[in-house]
């Protein structure tokens, strides 16, 4: 018995004194300080403050790239205003119950399609309009047609096809709300829109 309780005192001390020898040899982490006394890593560590500044960069990096995003946007939102207000994107207008160009027409159109080949980042919309005369479906045709022939035409001055697109709006949309031959010439016409491509 008493050979037993002397092979577990010593048993208990060996392995009390591996573990006190183990955990003194343990490699003692250093910081590494610079000139200033900064904690810097060592190479091929990131130290926390490494890291912060490296997630800083990115995040402003990000911010960058999303306000260059938003100024182009609206440069080109403020250059699409400026094509359609300041270019001339004048209307067409069209006889009574008519779909053919005038000479004046085609002199408009001329323009349209220079300015329009001069600036290949943009698109144009015909939109065909009537006056309020006539039935809604038979005034929805002919403001397709006079949409049409405007589209053929600038199609024939070299413009490609698929930047140009045509809608009637017939005689929802007149440009003046009278109700005598005035308000009703200004209102058989094709109009313009011109956005930016794409």
Known sequence: ?????????????????????????????????????????????????????????????????????????????????????????ENIYFGFDQYALTSEARATLKKHADWLQANRGYVMRIEGHCDERGANEYNLALGQRRADATKKYLVGLGMDARRLSTVSYGEEKPLDPGHDEGAWAKNRRAQFAVTKQK
């Open 1 to 89: 018995m008493r050979k037993t309780l002397a092979l577990a005192v010593i048993i208990l001390l060996s392995i009390s004194l591996t573990c006190i020898v183990f955990t003194g040899c343990a490699p003692e982490k250093k910081t590494l300080m610079d000139d200033r006394g900064t904690a810097v890593s060592k190479p091929g560590q990131s130290s926390d403050a490494d890291l912060q500044r490296m997630r800083d960069e990115e995040a402003r990096q990000r911010a960058l790239r999303e306000q260059e995003l938003r100024e182009k946007a609206l440069r080109e939102r403020e250059a699409a205003a400026a094509a359609a207000k300041g270019s001339g994107f």
